[in-house]
């Protein structure tokens, strides 16, 4: 794996030490012969293998464009190749788009990181927090230790349930329904904040409905309808004309079709008016957390913006100590249990973004660079932001369950090349 020679730092100061004006002409690309060719042979070989029905991947480095392909079908029953118009859904790759609109207010002075969201959201005013059942089966609730804050809402540290199978707990959740489509985000906070706390605010992370909860923060603050805040203050600044929550009737013949992967080279096409469904019409829910469709140019856009440190063809969308902000690791060490996030590689979480802190120790770990930030979503796109060596790049896929066949872990080792522990 390529690798700049730097102390382990936090994960921002990279932004300072490598931006496009220090780069020289001849500097080694990371994207050089060998790693197209890997990427080609990777992509190709989870279509072959009848494992993907379609993918593809672009790449920037260095303000460059230094890799693009797709392989497969974005819908084999009509036979549309994947290509690089295609519409996807991005599913939570809609958070990092979502924590940007919410830092433009931060740069307005409009709150902090560490008020109470009670503060501007009288919505989760008096918390409580679960303490499991007693032998009634009734939920035994205590106060919270102290209001959940923003930060928590951007780091997922505010306590929400997210599980079924909470006794009690869960039943509860189902019964509120926070993420009906039918629901207005206004109706989502009440119903998410009238649900007791799975856990004391900062003590766990636990993965959940805490970007949605940011859309309706940006709502109530700005006093902007979230979907008018987001395209206004993000997506027609950087010209992401194709990320929406609804596709529109003329581009459907570009929208992907979603696949469920059954077996080892058994895939089903899921019918588009299931999988489709919240992106064919306009619903009153405008989540945070999910919901958006883009392509492959649309999201690196948003992505270059980011390794810019807030620019791209001078447009300003945040500044580059807001983006250092979000790109840096907000859990203390004292937040031990963190679910799943583990997998994703020796990371952190900063606002709205996986932060690497560590490199891997060893081959089988998530490969990458120390001081990248990243997300991926539930049909299995990703997308990473390099500043280290000033690399951008997204994968997408419409694939389901999420990544059950390694292709982060081989796109990622096709990128850089397989990791190799430094003799001690």
């Not at 007693?134 to 997922?156: K, Q, S, Y």
């Not at 058994?266 to 306009?282: E, G, R, V, Y």
């Not at 009153?284 to 980011?306: E, K, Q």
């Not at 250092?324 to 990371?347: C, F, I, Q, Y």
């Amino acid at each position: 794996m390529r690798r700049s020679n730097f102390p382990i730092i936090v994960a921002f100061a990279f932004f300072t030490a490598c931006s496009p004006a220090s780069v020289e002409e001849n500097v080694d690309f990371v994207i050089d012969d060998a790693a197209k060719s890997r990427l080609d042979s990777t992509l190709q070989a989870y279509v072959n293998s009848g494992n993907v029905a379609g993918i593809s991947a672009l790449i920037f480095e260095k303000d460059q464009e230094v890799y693009f392909n797709a392989f497969g079908f974005a819908n084999k029953e009509k036979n549309i190749p994947m290509d690089r118009n295609t519409i996807v859904q991005i599913y939570s790759m809609t958070k990092p788009i979502t924590g940007t609109s919410l830092m433009t207010l931060y740069e307005e002075g409009k709150f902090q990181l560490d008020d109470p969201l009670e503060k501007y959201a009288p919505e989760f005013a008096n918390m409580k927090v679960y303490q499991g059942v007693d032998e009634n089966g009734e939920m035994i609730l205590v106060d919270a230790d102290r209001p959940v804050t923003i930060r928590d809402i951007t780091r997922h540290t505010a306590g929400f349930p997210n599980r079924d199978n909470i006794p009690g707990l869960s039943k509860v959740m189902k019964e509120k329904d926070a993420r009906s489509y039918e629901n207005t985000l206004t109706v989502m906070a009440e119903k998410i904040g009238s649900t007791p706390l799975w856990f004391q605010p900062g003590t766990q992370w636990e993965y959940g409905q805490s970007v949605d909860v940011q859309a309706f923060l940006v709502e109530r603050i700005s006093g902007i309808p979230y979907a008018d805040y987001v395209q206004e203050h993000v997506l027609s600044p950087l010209k992401m004309n194709d990320t929406r929550y609804v596709v529109k009737e003329e581009d459907l013949d570009r929208f992907s079709a979603a696949y469920q992967r059954t077996g080892e080279g058994q895939l089903t096409q899921m019918p588009d008016s299931s999988a489709h469904a919240f992106n064919l019409k306009k619903w009153p829910l405008t989540p945070g957390g999910f919901g958006l469709t883009s392509t492959l140019d649309d999201y690196m856009t948003f992505a270059r913006m980011l390794v810019n440190e807030g620019t791209l063809n001078g447009t300003t969308i945040l500044k580059p100590e807001t983006v250092k902000l979000m790109a840096t690791n907000h859990l203390p060490d004292t937040v031990t249990e963190r679910s799943w996030l583990p997998s994703k590689g020796r990371v952190g979480f900063g606002i709205d973004f996986a932060v690497r802190t560590d490199p891997p120790a060893s081959q089988e770990e998530m490969n990458g660079v120390i001081g990248e930030f990243f997300w991926d979503g539930a049909a299995s796109t990703l997308f990473w932001v390099d500043p280290v060596n000033e690399l951008t790049a997204v994968l997408f896929v419409q694939l389901f369950p999420y990544d059950g066949i390694g292709l982060h872990k081989n796109f990622r080792d096709a990128v850089y090349g397989k990791f190799e522990p430094q003799a001690k």
